[in-house]
């Protein structure tokens, strides 16, 4: 995905916030934190992943599917790749 190279920044920052809510909530299990707290901090990764999955979603959509230069076959490819990783996402 070397188009994302162009963006790669925000993308690092954003799976570095990823990671430190997922030591959050290592930290949450180590010291015993009420089951909700902990609970809280998982949705907020899940919600954060799936930002970052749609932002990813996005960037192949644009660049391997529906840039006008794309031959019919890069096309193809690029939507079977698509389909791919969506049919693990959505499991």
């Known amino acids: ?4 190279s162009n963006d790669s920044q925000k993308l ?7 990671a430190g809510q997922v ?3 290592e930290r949450s299990v180590l ?3 009420p089951c909700s707290e902990t609970l809280h901090l998982a ?3 899940r919600g954060a992943v799936g930002g970052l999955m749609d932002e990813l979603f996005e960037e192949h959509l644009l660049a391997h599917v ?3 230069e794309l031959s019919p076959a890069e096309r ?7 389909l791919t ?4 996402h959505f499991r």
């Open 12 to 18: 690092v920052a954003r799976i570095r916030r990823i």
């Open 43 to 45: 949705a907020a990764i």
């Open 1 to 4: 995905m070397s188009h994302l």
């Open 85 to 88: 990783v969506l049919g693990r």
């Open 76 to 82: 193809a490819a690029g939507a079977d790749e698509l």
């Open 31 to 33: 010291a015993n934190a």
């Open 66 to 68: 529906a840039a006008p």
């Open 23 to 25: 030591a959050a909530i």
